[in-house]
């Protein structure tokens, strides 16, 4: 897709090192699983089924985590027409629309590609924003879908997913299998299987930490020179990131599996959004490149 977002090679030369290596990684995980299981038709099927899943479901899985609903222009107004205008600046088409009706301030995209795109803000961001912020927001979400992002981030987070759910496979089968106390070789297997999604697990995770954090500073530099406003964005953050220290930890939940995703990354307060875990970069880091580019358009937007 073309669009008048700045192409960003760093960006793109990121998410294919990233993909290579978790492809790299991915093949030595399934290869080890159909050592240990003996049967790659299972482990292949199981595998394929996961990742179209992920993969073509990833939209409606997100918004149905966060209970967003698809409004039409009718329902809002505001929201579609800040959309409508950024598309137009950006020359890009338009995505589904949808709201989450929960108070944590905050945004997202996702979907597979350009043409199945939704962008999905919460109540609680359209009523602390005024409109330059919301434009702001808005745009740095419409920056994930113009440079693929989204769906590199869906594909790569799947090879984690599967680990994940396979060291949850092998620790119940373990503990509720039923097994006798001679069936040693079972027991043997299913704690390889553990170890071995365990170390998958933490690499994978790794690798797209360290990528979402840089996806965001891309998208945060291509909404402020398409928007014109840095200091709207900066804005925005700061008000966001603010308001979500606030917000009490049983609704933190709700978002926190899907912090790669998010415009502000839904932490309590114990929690440090410089460290090398974080989705996000820190605040101070974003506010930062924002001031420089402000500097760059020529002063305050």
Not at 11 to 39: C, D, H, N, P, Q
Not at 99 to 128: I, K, Q
Not at 217 to 240: F, N, Q, Y
Request: aromatic share 6%; glycine share 6%; charged share 15%.
């Amino acid at each position: 897709m073309r669009s008048r977002f700045e192409p960003d090679r760093q960006l793109t030369a990121r998410m294919l090192a990233t993909l290579f290596l978790l492809g790299l990684l991915y093949v030595a995980f399934i290869a080890v699983l159909i050592a240990l299981l003996k049967s790659w038709v299972l482990v292949v099927v199981i595998a394929a089924g996961l990742l179209a899943v992920q993969y073509w479901f990833s939209d409606r899985i997100a918004l149905f985590a966060m209970h967003g609903q698809v409004v039409t222009p009718a329902e809002e107004p505001r929201l579609h027409g800040v959309i409508d205008r950024l598309c137009a600046t950006a020359d890009m088409p338009k995505p589904q629309v949808a709201v989450s009706p929960v108070d944590l301030p905050n945004a997202f995209a996702t979907g597979r590609n350009a043409d199945h795109a939704v962008v999905c803000v919460t109540t609680g961001l359209l009523r602390r924003l005024d409109a330059p912020e919301l434009e702001g927001v808005i745009a740095h979400e419409l920056s994930h879908v113009a440079h693929r992002d989204v769906a590199v981030i869906t594909v790569a987070s799947f090879l984690g997913v599967l680990a994940g759910l396979l060291v949850r496979f092998a620790f119940y089968s373990e503990l509720f299998g039923g097994r006798s106390r001679n069936d040693q070789n079972t027991a043997i297997l299913l704690t390889l299987i553990m170890a071995v999604s365990a170390i998958v697990y933490v690499i994978s995770f790794l690798l797209i930490r360290a990528l979402s954090r840089y996806r965001e500073l891309a998208a945060d530099r291509s909404a402020a020179m398409l928007t014109g406003r840095p200091s709207a964005l900066a804005s925005a953050l700061t008000k966001v990131s603010g308001t979500i220290a606030r917000i009490p930890t049983e609704d933190l939940r709700t978002a926190q599996s899907f912090n790669a995703f998010l415009f502000a990354p839904a932490l309590g307060d114990g929690a440090s959004l410089a460290s090398l875990l974080s989705t996000h970069p820190s605040l101070e880091r974003r506010l930062e490149q924002l001031a420089k580019i402000s500097l760059e358009l020529g002063g305050p937007a």
